[in-house]
């Protein structure tokens, strides 16, 4: 700055960018992803996205691995316009044979579970297509919606009707990373994470102690399970909400907040086993290539976990994967807490959720792209 001639002082002069804002046609409608503040709010009522898409934003890792999202639910629409799935190539579609090897037929394009065919519509396919809009809606397509996560694949895992199906369909997906791993890449899939808005009601760990080992083995190879609470204003501990008591490290448990107040919105709590808040009854894919609000509930919060955490990867850099790689117990656990540290706190959430707070998109990966930093400190 001059001041009479002389210099007062002086800025270093860096060009300016536009911010990440998609073209999609209903991009203005979800709330969840702008930076609005309303009047006494002191963090936006969103997630902070716009500002998390100025950072990486692509279907791939540093080092060329498709990132992965597996949504285990009761059924999809696998034609949908606004969503990319994962295509397993090693698999020939609809012969009646599981032609990899890998102990599921047809799973070409996802895998029906309990039928353990290629039928995935399921008798809800709604709930499936809300979910998987929350997660991975391809942005800046001039159509549609955006996904927390733009451009990950998704993998659907339909027929979860039971208990059993959800541990098959966990061990399907450690399978399929192992394979990835050990066949350089050549067959499974590089799934970081596996979004289930599911549960039920009335179980302890106890009662239910493989479908808990099932979710601690997850970390075995690195994958993330972003799980819903259920739709009750109560503590879980008094209604017994499972999967959520499993609690495993390997685990991020998610309720509901109210875009007004900042606080619950009619989703169960607890200060020991539900981590964090994040938004629902937003617009996102719904079927027939359709978009709207599906319904509210938990169920949809747990996808904008799961999208968040596939958002990480594709800003990790080549250190941490490679220490993801080698230790991935240790780095999953990590990723799970770098979520929770970043919350916006408020109010309405502290005490409630273990985090005090509701999920900030921003924050999260702003730290994601310095995260190597917390493994190798600077000498």
Known sequence: ???????????????????????????????????????????????????????????????????????????????????????????????????????????????????????????????????????????????????????????????????????????????????????????????????????????????????????????????LLSVSVDNKSQDVETYMDMPVLCNSHYQINVTTYDATTLGLDASAYSDSFVHLAAPHKYHTTLQDNKYGVYKSGASFAAPIVSGAIALMYSNFDKKLLDTLHNNPQLVTRKIKEVILKQVDVTAGLTNKVVSNGKINLFKTITIAKTFQDSFYPRG
Request: charged share 20%; aromatic share 10%; glycine share 10%.
């Open 1 to 223: 700055l001059y001041l009479q001639g002389e210099i007062e002082n002086f800025i270093k002069n860096k060009r300016l960018k536009a911010r990440a804002t998609p073209n999609d046609s209903l991009f203005n409608n979800q709330w969840h992803h702008l930076n609005n503040i309303d009047p006494g709010q002191t963090v936006p009522r969103g997630i902070n996205s716009i500002g998390a898409w100025d950072f990486q934003k692509g279907i791939t890792t540093a080092y060329g691995d498709t990132i992965v999202v597996a949504v285990c639910d009761f059924g999809f629409d696998t034609a949908h316009e606004d969503l990319d799935y994962f295509i397993n190539h090693n698999e020939i579609p609809n012969d009646g044979i599981d032609n990899d090897s890998n102990g599921a037929k047809d799973d070409y394009r996802g895998w029906g579970v309990g039928s353990n065919n290629s039928v995935l519509s399921g008798p809800e396919p709604q709930h499936g297509m809300a979910a998987c809009g929350g997660i991975a809606a391809i942005g800046n397509n001039n159509k549609g919606v955006a996904g927390v996560a733009w451009n990950c694949k998704l993998l659907p895992l339909s027929d979860i009707a039971t208990i059993s199906n959800s541990i098959k369909a966990f061990e399907y997906c450690l399978n399929m990373k192992r394979r990835y791993r050990q066949s350089n890449k050549q067959k499974g899939a590089y799934i970081v994470a596996i979004n289930y808005s599911l549960g039920t009601t009335g179980f302890l760990p106890a009662d239910e102690p493989l479908w808990c080992a099932a979710i601690d083995s997850l970390g075995n190879e690195g994958i």
